[in-house]
């Protein structure tokens, strides 16, 4: 199968339905059995595994992939006239290259060829038929990006599930799960500073709604008291990425707001 190029365009637009993706892959991810898959994904492993850097993983990609496709109605089903087919195609392109390129030994081994030895193992048989043509290679750049944004998402999908019915719980999951959503939106941030937004108008669109987002789970901690929003750092005290350049380069000062954050996050967890 060619292995084509993603277009950019709209190729973030899987982000709009990112938290009810994110629980459809979990589910998925937790999966290491499944029967429906086994036999064809022993048969991958027979003739690819050799490009994944062991064998427990390739099955685990395999196993979990058409238990994804499994759980993505709209995918399985072909619904091509239903208005989240597009996204939902895209999350499943999204999510098979980050688990293969993560997963492979070496990354000029072609994704689409790997892919296309899973897809030939299932495409006619009883269980699926799956679309010849669906995976598409996205290129590393873009890649990294949507990275940035699904762990952004994964870690405030976690945020916006606690309960607050385990206090001690709840403050370690509140200062892990922001201190990772810093840690990332650092990285973001950068990509849509003044001198790059114009180059990725995308991506920081999709994180501009994002950060609207986070800015919602900002009140919501508050409304619960100092008990617990001292334990959530929110993304307007995560350091400046131009002053955090500028400390990597020389100055004392630009590293004053990231041991901030670092003291805040080693000051909550000696409390912990």
Not at 74 to 88: A, G, H
């Amino acid at each position: 199968m060619e292995c084509k190029q993603i277009p950019k365009d709209k190729s973030y637009e899987f982000f709009e339905n990112i938290e009810k993706y994110i629980e459809i892959a979990n589910s998925a991810e937790s999966t290491t059995d499944f029967p429906n898959a086994n036999s064809g994904c022993n048969s991958f492993i027979t003739t690819f595994g050799y490009h994944f850097k062991d064998s427990t993983t390739a099955k685990h990609i395999c196993v979990q992939f058409i238990k994804l496709y499994d759980s993505l109605n709209v995918i399985k089903n072909k619904s091509k006239s239903d208005t989240n087919y597009e996204k939902c195609r895209k999350f499943l392109i999204y999510w098979i290259n980050f688990k293969l390129r993560e997963g492979m030994k070496n990354e000029v081994d072609s994704i689409c060829r790997v892919y296309d030895a899973i897809e030939s193992q299932f495409t006619g048989s009883n269980d699926y038929n799956i679309h010849m043509g669906l995976i598409g290679n996205i290129n590393k750049d873009d890649l990294y990006k949507m990275n940035i944004l699904y762990r952004l998402y994964v870690n405030y999908v976690k945020l916006k599930a606690i309960d607050y019915k385990n206090e001690e719980e709840n403050k370690r999951q509140l200062l892990t799960h922001s201190t990772a959503c810093c840690t990332h939106y650092i990285k973001a941030s950068y990509i849509c500073n003044d001198d790059n937004k114009d180059k990725n108008p995308e991506f920081c669109e999709k994180l501009e709604a994002f950060v609207s987002k986070y800015k919602q789970l900002n009140q919501k901690v508050d409304d619960k008291g100092s008990g617990f929003s001292d334990y959530f750092i929110k993304l307007s005290e995560c350091p400046n990425t131009k002053i955090i350049t500028t400390a990597v380069t020389g100055s004392i000062i630009g590293l004053i707001p990231l041991v901030g954050v670092l003291y805040k996050v080693i000051e909550l967890n000696i409390k912990l």
